[in-house]
């Protein structure tokens, strides 16, 4: 039901993202590499991109030479993450999904079924992406991201901060006018990084470092995010 109201809300989003394609792509490409100095192809690692809206850190990775992979349940979503992998300069054309992360079942752009049920990459990124599941779904949502984390790979996920956890479903704007609404938790610092070294422990069947940052969004008044990274044990 939520998450039924939550892809109607971003299909409506989806308009939010056109025309500041650019500006955004540069944007991600600083934060992914100040959140990941580490952030190389190397030896051809490959990338999940969770909720992965426009495409625009799928793009960013692909163009870093990463095998790509963007799931997002939005079809208007997926639809402008498609029309951006097309690009012919990327070394990598990303695999957009369609589809629910939770329950894993997607459509390939060919219209086949795919499944990513057991796969594993090397860097796993859910950004702005957890906090959209209601609170039976959220702990599970975490879960799933940590589980599709290679031996070795890393985690980055990241959430807008709050002084005092808050959840419902809040109305938000796109770029047309048209309002929307969608369910959002705001998570406090301490339980947004307790609930993902938890879920940690849970998939990992170890207690991993959570490494949290707490930035101010440069593009909404005073809006802090957190991000925070994981690295699965070899
Ligand atoms: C707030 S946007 C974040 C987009 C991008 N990760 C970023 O940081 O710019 C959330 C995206 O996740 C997608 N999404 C939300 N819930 C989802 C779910 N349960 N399964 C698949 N995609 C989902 C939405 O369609 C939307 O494109």
């Known amino acids: ?8 809300a971003y299909d409506v989003l989806a308009g939010t993202y056109k025309g500041t394609t650019g500006v955004r792509q540069e944007n991600a490409k600083k ?16 990338a999940l991109d969770i909720g992965c809206a426009d495409g625009t850190h799928s793009r960013v990775l692909s163009a870093l030479g ?33 589809g629910e992360f939770l329950a894993g079942r997607y459509v390939d752009e060919a219209g086949a079924g795919a499944s ?7 860097l796993v ?11 039976e779904a959220d702990e599970d949502a975490v879960r799933k991201v940590l589980a599709h984390v290679a031996p070795g790979g890393t985690a980055l996920i990241s959430t807008t901060a709050a002084l005092s956890p808050r959840q419902g479903l809040e109305m ?11 369910w959002r938790n705001h998570y406090t610092l301490e339980y947004f990084v307790w609930l993902v070294q938890e879920a940690a422990r849970d998939i990992y069947g170890t207690k ?9 969004d440069p593009d909404s008044d005073g809006k802090l995010w957190i991000d925070v990274v994981v690295h699965r044990p070899a």
Do not use: C
Request: charged share 15%; net charge positive.
């Open 31 to 46: 934060w992914l590499t100040q959140r990941l100095p580490q952030l190389t192809a190397g030896a051809h690692p490959t």
């Open 66 to 98: 990463y095998a790509v992979t963007g799931v997002d349940f939005s079809t208007r979503m997926i639809a402008a993450a498609r029309e951006l992998g097309q690009d012919p300069t990327l070394p990598n054309k990303p695999v957009l999904l369609h």
């Open 116 to 122: 990513l049920d057991g796969s594993l990459f090397d």
């Open 172 to 182: 938000k704007a796109g770029a047309d006018g048209r309002v929307t609404r969608r």
């Open 1 to 8: 039901m939520i998450l039924d109201i939550n892809r109607a």
């Open 125 to 135: 990124l859910a950004t702005a992406f957890v906090h959209l599941f209601p609170p």
């Open 208 to 216: 991993v470092p959570v490494q949290p940052w707490v930035v101010v």
